[in-house]
């Protein structure tokens, strides 16, 4: 009888940059390349990179609910640089990309520089363990993906970091369908959103945690002064790292279980190349987690959140005199 050895993961590298203003974000996030050995390491000349945000509804800057616009620009500037062809891509789920972009102040602005915003609409169905989900043609298409993940609470699965982002890519209200088929389940539904980032297989992550949402994320939490970017190839890993700084124990947190429970390789500290100029947790109060509430949807509550999200169309198209 053989005895199958788990094998620990190769050494990863994360870069975890501190930041306490998005007004000097270009200059860390060049400090933070350099730790990855360079962007020109992820992509080439020509390629063409989807920038994947966090959007999730039209919400004024002030809600830390979205990846900041300071970010998704300064990558945008450092793809355009290397001769890469930036696009801009999301699946929000309440509103439209362009309301999104415009709450943040970045909808002209990207538009001015020749920088494609794609909504995304145009899917390839794929088959995964638990069931078979649209995803985005214009994500599957991209050269690259850069995932820009805000990191926020959440009331339903703890805390999101780096993973659940690609979600994003699943398109319309089938990320809600998913909660109502899989949502009796963290286990199976954790383990979709998992090869469902693995699928897309984003070249690099680039965390949000300047200023983080806690208590009642991912929509009603508050500002938390986190003052954190956090990058790196493994998403796992910078999970792991940011979840540490800000005192949460990786081991409760649904994707994490569910990431060890198939088996996956996963990372201890000692594992981990950190780069960082972050001396330990400087914070002056904790990071405040939320009440849990159920992951599963209702039919009930599908059919609210499509009559919400025609709602917000029609305001838009009245406010834009439509």
Not at 205 to 213: F, H, P
Not at 257 to 286: C, F
Request: with cysteine.
């Amino acid at each position: 009888m053989s005895i199958e050895i788990e094998k620990a993961p190769v050494k990863t590298t994360v870069s975890m940059r501190y930041c306490n203003s998005y007004s000097n974000i270009a200059t860390v996030l060049d400090r933070l390349l350099v730790d990855l050995g360079g962007l020109e390491r992820y992509i080439s000349p020509g390629d063409r990179v989807l920038i994947k945000p966090n959007l999730i509804a039209p919400m004024a800057l002030e809600v830390p609910a979205q990846t900041h616009p300071s970010l998704i620009m300064a990558v945008v500037h450092k793809v355009r640089e290397l001769g890469a062809v930036p696009f801009v891509g999301d699946s929000p789920a309440w509103g439209t990309l362009e309301d999104c972009l415009k709450k943040l102040g970045i909808f002209d602005e990207l538009k001015q520089a020749g920088v494609e915003v794609v909504p995304f609409k145009q899917n390839c169905r794929f088959q995964f363990t638990d069931g078979a989900v649209n995803l985005s043609t214009d994500a599957l298409e991209a050269n690259a993906i850069i995932n820009l993940p805000k990191m926020k609470a959440h009331q339903q699965l703890s805390a999101t970091i780096a993973i659940k982002n690609m979600y994003g890519c699943v398109t319309g209200k089938e990320k809600a369908y998913w909660h109502f088929r899989r949502g009796r389940s963290y286990f199976r539904f954790c383990r979709m959103l998992i090869e469902i980032y693995e699928k897309l297989a984003p070249v690099l992550t680039i965390v949000d945690a300047v200023e983080a949402m806690q208590g009642k994320g991912p929509l009603r939490g508050t500002g938390y002064p986190a003052a954190r970017l956090v990058g790196g190839r493994d998403p796992i890993a910078c999970e792991l790292v940011l979840s540490g700084q800000l005192g949460i124990d990786p081991e409760l947190l649904p994707i994490h279980q569910a990431w060890r429970k198939t088996g996956r390789p996963y990372y201890k500290m000692s594992d981990i190349n950190v780069l960082s100029d972050v001396k330990g947790q400087d914070y002056e109060s904790e990071f405040e987690m939320p009440e849990q509430i159920p992951l599963h949807f209702s039919f009930t509550h599908i059919v609210r959140s499509v009559a919400r999200q025609a709602w917000i169309r029609v305001k838009g198209r009245r406010v834009k005199g439509l």
